[in-house]
């Protein structure tokens, strides 16, 4: 049987709608990739589809949705679309190999559901489907973010996590020892894929989902710990209300951020009453700056 391989170009900002967009049309199996850029890297997404009668409606419906984006203010350049046939036993071998198992900070493991790892007795595993979302910890900014969680968690009983995506970062802090997690996605398309990768790791009775506009969703309670995983122009207005949802001496995690906009960040935390504890880029960061990602994690803390 012959597949149907249909590829996108976009932008940063356009690729998790995009992402959801391509699940909602029912493709199977969606890999996403950086590219290398300068300032805002473009981002590769490679989606399946059966070949039959409705692969050229589906392509002119995908350019149709590009288009949308633009006219709600949402950059999609170089908004690309190419598509090519191949056979079924090349892409879903191919496909899989792009989701090895991979270790991550001192104890982390995630692992695709279809992996037969088996964890050593100090490592924590985090089991995903990466045929059902992204967010599946290859993207640096979801690395940093799982980084900077195993060493912040520690004495943290409440979590908030903003922009959970396909609940990732949530499944860890619920392993790594939190007693309780609420996740939040404006995206009501994430909330099942959210759902069932937290069924998968066994982490519902820790984990609440919620469905709206960040820390405005949840009801006004304090956090020792918030994590954001979102782009830098969501996280600075954000900021100004994480005070109010943190504890005395509160720490924030966010990611997201390219290496160009650290002083920004860096500038509203401080405006917001917070000391930055830690800036961290990967350890392979001469290799990631050649390939354009130059993301950073922040660590920071509400001053006392």
Known sequence: MKWAQVTI?????????????LFE?????????????????????ISYFPTDDLIGERVHDLRKFLASLIQVGIDTQP??????????????????????????GKRLVIAPTWDDIVPEPSEVLIRLDPGMAFGTGQHPTTQLALELLEISIKGADAVADIGTG???????????????????????TTIPIAQSN????????????????????????KYPLIIANI??????????????????????????????????????????????????????SH??????????????QMKK
């Not at 049309?25 to 997404?45: H, K, Y």
């Not at 949530?170 to 007693?179: Q, R, V």
């Not at 966010?254 to 650290?262: F, K, M, R, T, W």
Request: net charge negative; charged share 20%; hydrophobic share 45%.
């Open 25 to 45: 049309s029912d493709a199977t199996g969606v890999e996403i990739r950086d590219n290398p850029a300068s300032n805002s890297p473009s981002v590769t997404l």
């Open 79 to 104: 908004a690309k679309v190419t598509l090519e046939s191949i056979e079924e036993d090349n892409w879903s071998d191919q496909w899989r190999s792009a989701f090895p198992p991979q270790k991550l």
């Open 287 to 300: 290799e990631l700056a050649q390939t354009g990602e130059n993301w950073i994690g922040i660590l920071a």
């Open 231 to 284: 782009l830098t122009k969501v996280l600075l207005p954000m900021i100004p209300i994480c005070p109010t949802f943190l504890e005395p001496a509160g720490r924030l995690i966010l990611s997201g951020i390219l290496v160009q906009e650290a002083s920004q960040i860096e500038a509203q935390l401080e405006a917001n009453g917070f000391r930055v504890l830690e800036v961290r880029q990967l350890k392979e």
């Open 198 to 221: 937290i069924q998968i790791n066994k982490a519902e009775s820790i984990i609440r989902l919620h469905q709206g506009d960040g820390l405005n969703a949840l009801e006004r309670q």
């Open 166 to 188: 396909s609940g990732i970062l949530a499944i860890a802090a619920a392993k790594l020892g939190a007693k309780r997690v609420d996740a939040v996605d404006l995206d009501a």
């Open 9 to 21: 170009t976009t932008s940063q900002e356009a690729s998790d709608a995009v992402a959801n967009y």
